[in-house]
């Protein structure tokens, strides 16, 4: 029986994408073979790829001025090749704090090169985000890097930052594809796919032109972008099985009417949520609610000695996955694309019940 997993990552996939998968596992195309046992250079492979690069384009509204790459070492490999693809060792690159996700960038990245700290949210506990207009970046810099959704505390960027003209780096893992969003505004775009797109083991990047080319020397082959751009990712094996699924999950978004429909929807999920525990007297969100995540809502029980049996009869009723960060404890739900409103509607009522009996 399918539950409704609230997990953060690896994270649910939309039915509709692993019914089609369970249907092509043995035969797919009529190549009497799975997707896993095909040549990534196959006129097969390379013809699906190319399909999931342009539904992709479509979707976000990518300009023809940006490279999309299809890489691996998750989000937290971009957290190294970013630097060294974009930053050349006496440069200064910008970064703003606001979480663990950020702050794990900001640690890999002061291996590579200067870092200034244009925001840091600790006196709050990270469950802010600076204002628009008391960001003060460095001129010259390399690049400015931020994390407009931070899984873990649940914060999330209500606008998208004016670096006057320095490319900014954003490491979009877990609210890409959430909602439209204006690609032209960045230089650099990274995700995971294990948040909202599909398998882990894939990372995607979307690159403009002008920032690829300059990776320093010692930069490993298969992080390099303009390699990477030059060889169409496929400078070695790539993760085929992640593509295939991604590109079933791109379809699915069309299929569902594009980010504009999804994003609404995603926005009346967290709604129903938010309104319930900021009403409920029992549950409280601990992040300020001009920057609450879509994707990923971290909530408490006034008694927390409660949570543990909370988290446990959720199991039980089918609602699994909703312990918050082992780092922050509490609860957590991610409501990411493929989280249906009959489950965050489960979990309502699950949390009113809950109340009823222990408040
Ligand atoms: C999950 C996540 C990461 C780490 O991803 P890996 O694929 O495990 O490296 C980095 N940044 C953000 C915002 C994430 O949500």
Wanted: net charge neutral; aromatic share 10%; with cysteine.
């Amino acid at each position: 029986m399918r539950v409704f997993n609230f997990s953060a990552g690896p994270a649910v996939l939309p039915l509709p994408v692993l019914e089609q998968a369970r249907d092509e596992m043995l035969d797919w195309q009529g190549g009497g073979m799975s997707v896993m046992e095909v040549s990534h250079r196959g006129k097969a492979f390379v013809a699906m790829l190319a399909q999931a690069e342009t539904d992709l384009r479509s979707l976000m509204g990518i300009p023809s001025g940006y490279r999309v790459l299809f890489l691996q070492g998750g989000a937290t490999g971009q957290f190294t090749a970013v630097p060294m693809n974009l930053a050349s060792a006496g440069a200064v690159v910008d970064y703003l704090d606001t979480g663990i996700w950020s702050g794990k960038a900001i640690a890999e990245a002061r291996r590579f090169c200067t870092v200034n700290i244009v925001a840091e949210e600790s006196a709050s506990g990270y469950t802010t985000v600076p204002r628009a207009d008391s960001l003060r970046f460095t001129p010259g810099a390399a690049y400015a890097h931020y994390t407009p959704n931070e899984t873990i505390g649940g914060v999330e960027f209500p606008y998208v930052p004016d670096t006057g003209g320095i490319p900014l780096v954003a490491d979009l893992s877990s609210t890409i594809l959430s909602r439209p969003l204006d690609v032209s505004r960045f230089g650099l775009i990274y995700a995971g796919a294990q948040k909202n797109i599909g398998p882990a083991g894939l990372v995607i990047v979307i690159v403009r032109d002008d920032l690829v080319g300059k990776a320093r020397s010692g930069t490993p082959l298969i992080w390099d972008y303009a390699l990477m751009a030059k060889e169409g990712s496929m400078l070695n094996t790539p993760p085929t099985f992640g593509l295939y699924i991604a590109g079933l999950v791109f379809r699915w978004l069309k299929a569902e009417g594009g980010l504009e429909a999804v994003g609404e929807r995603n926005r009346a999920k967290a709604r129903l949520l938010y309104d319930f525990i900021d009403h409920s007297g029992f549950y409280r969100s601990p992040v300020a609610p001009d920057c609450r995540s879509w994707m990923n809502l971290p909530f408490r029980i006034v008694d927390p000695a409660l949570e543990r049996s909370f988290c446990a009869l959720a199991a039980e009723a089918g609602l699994v996955n909703l312990e918050g960060h082992r780092l922050l404890g509490g609860m957590r739900a991610s409501l990411y694309n493929a989280m249906p409103m009959a489950g965050v509607e489960a979990l309502v009522a699950f949390m009113r019940e809950f109340q009823r009996r222990y408040g």
